[in-house]
Structures are given as C-alpha cells and as structure tokens.
C-alpha cells in the first residue's frame, strides 16, 4: 500500500554511449532487425553472430555489445548520423560487407518485409553505397525467395 502512495522514483537514465563504429554498426543492425516492428530471436542471433565476427568479439561480449547498441538505436540519432559515423571511419569495400551483413540479419527469420527491405535500402544509401553493389547484396540476401 505505502507503494502506491508513496512510489519510488525511477533511477535516472544512464547517458548514451558516443557512437563510434561499433555501436553505429549495431544500432543499425538492430534499426533493420526491427523496421517491421519484430524483434526476433533469430535476428538477435545473427546480429551478435554479426558483431562478433566482425570485432573478433567473443559472443558473451557481443550479446553486450548488442545490448548496448539495442539502448542506442532506442534513444539516439537517426540512420544518417549513424552512416557517417561509417563513411567516416569504414572504407568502402567493409561498408560493403556490412551492407551483406544487414541482410543477413533482414533475413535471418527466413522472411521477406517490405519495411525491412525499405530500412535496408535507405541504410545502404546512406553508407554510400553504388546501385550495383546495393541491388547485388540484395539478389545474394534473396537468393531464391
């Protein structure tokens, strides 16, 4: 009862990381995971699949590393300021590979969303990406679906 009168305050929010590469990428990873409102098991997975292979992480450190970009993507900028973090600090040919890497996370539930592939589409474009490599990744991610 005295919890309802009286209710506890909230503690106050820890303040957001500064982005640099690694928590740009995850964030957007995370961003495409849910453009249709779906936050999956298998995209989780493959996300921290994603970030440990790409920063030589061990998967306990990157399911934190993805915690942490999960409470980025929530609070933080939008997609541009994320892609220049990574046209800033990524040269094309890993932009590339993270493009390829998104996808894999789009489809990780063996599905095809609209509003994924929109999200991914803006992303790719952001990060500067040429209409060939961009259509390329897609044809890959798609294969025969």
């Known amino acids: 009862m005295l919890e309802r009168l009286f209710p506890r305050r909230a503690p106050l929010p820890r303040p957001l990381p500064q982005p640099n590469a690694q928590l740009a990428l995850g964030a957007l990873l995370v961003r495409v995971a849910l453009a249709n409102r779906q936050y999956l098991a298998s995209e989780v997975a493959q996300i921290d699949r994603t970030l440990a292979a790409t920063f030589?992480?061990?998967q306990l450190d990157?399911?934190?590393l993805r915690a942490e970009c999960e409470a980025l993507e929530r609070h933080a900028p939008g997609t541009p300021e994320f892609?220049?973090?990574?046209?800033d600090e990524v040269a094309y040919t890993d932009r590339k590979a993270l493009g390829d890497a998104m996808w894999l996370v789009a489809m990780a539930d063996g599905r095809r969303d609209e509003d994924e592939e929109l999200?991914?589409?803006a992303i790719e474009t952001a990060l500067g990406?040429?209409?060939e490599d961009i259509e390329n990744a897609r044809k890959n991610a798609l294969g025969d679906l």
């Open 119 to 121: 999200q991914l589409l």
């Open 56 to 58: 030589k992480l061990k």
């Open 83 to 87: 892609t220049k973090i990574l046209r």
């Open 129 to 131: 990406l040429t209409d």
């Open 62 to 64: 990157a399911a934190k």
